[in-house]
């Protein structure tokens, strides 16, 4: 079915639209829901699932995040920081696999120097035909700004919540900082990066019109990636204390479960088509047999295979029961191909640009073997 007859067949996706389609618990509107979803992704950005090759190379953070097992102050956290022959190795790794892109990700850790990870970009893109995509959390303009000189990318940063009250209590400022991540995205996409916004799905004190706002939000910042996964509570964060939750009214909080967050990932591809949406961990994490493959006939069109060295993995712990945290990176490799390959969908070759970043460049996305 052409993706406008689908399109044609759901409503206007204004703000009501979206939280009753979030509110959604009759099947065959769910169904519609994910038959339109994919119907979009299959339109826009195509049957190849990427793979993005995640190495999570330090859990040192500074920072007070109210939802981050990594948060500063959890002192039963065993710290790690990965030398940069070691992500070297690991990126070689990624495209030794066959993948197009590798993401750096790392608590907020300032031994993460300007200087060493523009080091470290450079030498991936000079010895690799690798997308770099860095989640670093919130850096300096200049940092960003010599990032983006060395060849990086791509940078993921999600703004977790639109909801000004939860953002400020859930995700303290840093010293003087002001700007909000919605803000510093714009910045990142000045800057000439594919920018990558995203939310927790059903943290406490969100309500169904908060995550139809967070949808709007990603329309309006024309998000070239979108990560989504439900908040899963981790018990050495301020967010187990029952008394440290914002509480809204019985009904209007969203649920942190697997079918809130497919409907997310599809109210997310009908609104911003041509974006990479990847299919999360934390996703998986809900449902370890089928998530992963749920997310990608929902609307989803990336996974991202873990390929932080497995002695490290169990620390990088932002909630508990992660999945693959045993598995080396040829385990995960296989494991994703042959889900991939059981739902008849090819795997992306290249760098799988977003197709929103390359229609917004005119196609000069540094994308040459795509
Ligand atoms: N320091 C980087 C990377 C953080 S980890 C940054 O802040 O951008 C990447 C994402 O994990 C976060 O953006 C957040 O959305 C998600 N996350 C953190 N804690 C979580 C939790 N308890 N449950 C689910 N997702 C979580």
Redesign the pocket.
């Known amino acids: 079915m052409p993706s406008s007859v689908v399109l044609q067949s759901l409503e206007p996706l204004t703000r009501q639209a979206l939280i009753d389609r979030l509110r959604e618990e009759d099947p065959a509107r769910l169904e519609e829901l994910w038959q339109a979803a994919d119907a979009v992704r299959q339109a826009y950005v195509g049957g190849e699932v990427h793979l993005r090759g995640l190495i999570e190379i330090s859990n040192y953070?500074i920072?007070l995040?109210a939802?981050?097992?990594?948060r500063a102050p959890n002192t039963e956290l065993t710290r790690y920081r990965m030398s940069e022959e070691e992500i070297l190795a690991c990126a070689r790794q990624a495209h030794a696999m066959g993948y197009g892109t590798v993401v750096l990700?790392?608590?907020?850790d300032p031994m993460l120097s300007r200087e060493m990870i523009a080091r470290l970009v450079r030498r991936i893109k000079e010895s690799l035909p690798l997308a770099v995509t860095l989640?670093?959390?919130?850096r300096g303009a200049e940092d960003w700004a010599a990032w983006r000189e060395a060849g990086a990318d791509r940078y993921?940063?999600?703004f977790?919540t639109s909801n000004p009250h939860l953002y400020r209590k859930y995700h303290p400022p840093k010293g003087e900082e002001r700007e909000t991540?919605i803000e510093m995205l714009r910045r990142l996409r000045a800057l000439g990066y594919e920018i990558g916004g995203?939310?927790?799905i059903g943290?406490p004190g969100q309500t169904y019109a908060d995550l139809a706002d967070d949808l709007l939000m990603f329309r309006e910042l024309d998000l070239d990636m979108v990560?989504l996964?439900?908040?899963?509570?981790?018990p050495r964060?301020p967010?187990a204390d029952p008394d440290f939750r914002v509480l809204v009214p019985d009904g209007e909080q969203v649920p942190?479960n697997e079918l809130m967050t497919y409907k997310t990932i599809a109210l997310t591809r009908l609104l911003c088509p041509r974006a990479n949406i990847p299919s999360t961990t934390?996703l998986a994490t809900l449902n370890r047999g089928q998530g992963r493959e749920l997310g990608l006939v929902r609307g989803a069109n990336v996974v991202m295979p873990n390929l932080t060295p497995p002695r490290y993995r169990a620390y990088y712990e932002?909630?508990p029961n992660k999945v693959c945290i045993q598995e080396s990176a040829e385990a995960c490799h296989a494991c994703l191909r042959s889900r991939i390959e059981g739902l008849g969908r090819p795997i992306g070759r290249g760098q799988g640009a977003s197709p929103n970043y390359l229609a917004r460049t005119g196609g000069a996305g540094g994308d040459s073997s795509a």
């Open positions: 953070c920072r995040c939802y981050c097992g990594l990700q790392a608590g907020e989640s670093l959390g919130e993921l940063l999600r977790e991540r995203g939310v927790m943290i990560g996964g439900p908040f899963i509570l981790h964060t967010l942190p934390a932002i909630y």
